[in-house]
């Protein structure tokens, strides 16, 4: 496969879209996606976790040789979890810290599918995710830790490609902490100096 046909699969452009949340990106992998694929894609789309499940589940077999491809489904079967870090306000009050911890759980399957393919967009993405689920959850170290870890890599994708992602480094540095969380980090910072 050609470099330009590369860049033009349905993997790479799907998980851009995850990475963007950019609909352009989802259109264009729907475009080149095997009919397949993207009734799979379409139920990503929806974020209706039983029918990306459902999809996913006639998908895995077909797609067993193709490690790209397969670990891509696989991902995008982690994204309705990863997103109930921010919507498990939803939930009624009983199931929310539940919700929350499926959300947490699904960020770090999908950062870890992320690094299996090598998708540092993915990764970033996920990982400004999760450092919002565990800030909620209330593990101030680890939320800091995730947060500037996909600081980091949107850091120097921005260096690579600004046009793309000097807005998604600009929008991690204020997304997930209040200014309270950035002035408990400082004192973490200052305090353990001294530990």
């Known amino acids: 496969m050609s470099e330009s046909e590369n860049e033009q699969s349905w993997p790479k452009l799907f998980r851009l879209y995850l990475a963007l949340r950019e609909h352009g990106n989802l259109a ?87 690094e299996a393919l090598e998708d540092l967009p993915c990764a970033a993405f996920y990982g400004g995710v999760l450092a919002s689920g565990l800030q909620a959850s209330g593990d101030l170290d680890a939320s800091i830790a995730a947060h500037r870890a996909s600081e980091d890599i949107y850091r120097g994708l921005a260096k690579d490609r600004p046009e793309i992602y000097l807005h998604e480094l600009a929008k991690s540095r204020v997304r997930p902490f209040p200014k309270r969380w950035l002035f408990a980090d400082h004192w973490l910072i200052y305090a353990r100096r001294f530990t």
């Open 28 to 114: 264009a992998a729907l475009a080149c996606a095997p009919p397949e694929v993207a009734e799979f894609l379409e139920a990503c789309r929806g974020r209706s976790s039983e029918a990306v499940f459902e999809k996913a589940r006639s998908l895995r077999e077909q797609l067993s040789s193709e490690r790209e491809a397969a670990l891509t489904v696989e991902l995008g079967c982690c994204d309705p979890f990863a997103q109930l870090c921010q919507a498990y306000v939803y939930y009624p009050p009983n199931r929310r810290d539940e919700a929350l911890q499926r959300g947490i759980a699904g960020c770090r399957d999908a950062i870890s599918l992320a």
